[in-house]
């Protein structure tokens, strides 16, 4: 992770900077902002894929905005307390919100009760990249493929387990998905965070887990962990002679992950248009776009209207996994 930040060079930072400065000229309210650090929120541990993408885009937001950009990881109940934070701050700029699926299109249709509404408590700011999900195992489970796992499965329901960075997580959703389209019954083991599941996963306590690319790549090229599928349409670019899921044995099967800015709602719209100009300048650089890619994700950078609307849809996409799977918060 530290080799991704130094990677995003002070060059780049001040090249992106000129064209801000500009743009701050026609707009004197957002001009004012900010003129303190910011906080940015992460409701996972240090280390989770999240956190990898925050630490990313923060140190040239950093120079952008002219103000220090503090990373405060907030993990925990699944996402929801970072999640809850960023709810109840001051919509005033200067706490921020990188967030995955797990809190805010997941977890409102697994519980009864969330302490804030998706749709009304948060102003997305832009979707920052896309990037599929892994299927692992640990090596001594005797499945080489997909279809030799659902057999595997269907042969001892119940036996294996397998990792989730926490209940309501997207790879918690990821795996029950898989579950109900497989027919297959795999024991649901959830952790506090990504680095954990993977961790165990990594010392053979656990059989498998869906994760991202980046944070499993080197431990699949080490022959740590096996690699049976990318749960993505298309085959990935960085493991181009992997089959996706859905050619390997699950028909249709697809389970990406998200990460995208947020602030709370009732922040200034001037704001709102200051940090998405400048993260889609980050994003969208060429050595950070390159980053992204090297780690198997698209680097997007939306208007604040285009990430409202996915939200939108990924919030009712995840009501019927919900229902299809039956998944359940352990």
């Known amino acids: ?21 500009a743009a701050q000229a026609a707009s004197p309210g957002a001009g004012r902002y900010p003129d303190k650090p910011v906080r940015v929120i992460l409701s996972v541990p240090a280390g989770g894929t999240p956190d990898v993408v925050a630490r990313m885009v923060t140190p040239g937001l950093s120079s952008l905005l002219g103000q220090q950009l503090v990373v405060d990881n907030r993990g925990g109940a ?82 294996l387990n397998y ?16 579950k109900s389209m497989a027919g297959v019954n795999i024991t649901h083991v959830p952790y506090k965070g990504a680095p954990q599941a993977v961790t165990d996963v990594l010392g053979g306590h656990m059989n498998m887990m869906f994760n991202s690319i980046a944070p499993v790549l080197q431990h699949i090229k080490a022959g740590r962990v096996r690699l049976l599928g990318v749960a993505s349409a298309r085959r990935s670019p960085q493991l181009p002679d992997t089959p996706t899921i859905s050619e390997a044995g699950v028909p249709g099967f697809e389970a990406v992950n998200w990460f995208g800015l947020f602030a ?64 359940k918060v352990d």
Do not use: C, W
């Open 264 to 327: 709370p709602a009732g922040t200034p719209k001037s704001i709102v248009a200051r940090l998405n100009d400048a993260l889609v300048k980050v994003v969208r650089a060429p050595e950070l776009r390159a980053q992204f890619e090297a780690q198997g994700s698209d680097p997007v950078g939306s208007s604040p209207e285009e990430f409202a609307a996915f939200i939108r849809r990924d919030m009712a996409m995840y009501a019927q996994v919900v229902k299809v799977s039956g998944a």
């Open 78 to 159: 699944g996402g929801m307390i970072g999640a809850e934070i960023v709810a109840k701050a001051a919509p005033d700029g200067y706490t921020l919100f990188v967030s995955s699926p797990g809190a805010l299109t997941i977890l409102p249709h697994l519980r009864k009760q969330v302490p804030y509404d998706t749709l009304r408590d948060f102003a997305p700011i832009s979707l920052i990249a896309i990037g599929p999900f892994l299927l692992i195992t640990h090596p001594s489970v005797p499945a080489k493929s997909v279809r030799e796992l659902i057999a595997l499965a269907k042969a001892e329901p119940g036996k």
């Open 163 to 178: 990792a989730s960075a926490g209940n309501g997580t997207a790879n918690h959703l990821a795996m029950e998905l898989f």
């Open 1 to 21: 992770m530290k080799n991704i930040v130094r990677g995003f060079s002070a060059a780049l930072a001040a090249a992106l900077l000129s064209p801000l400065i």
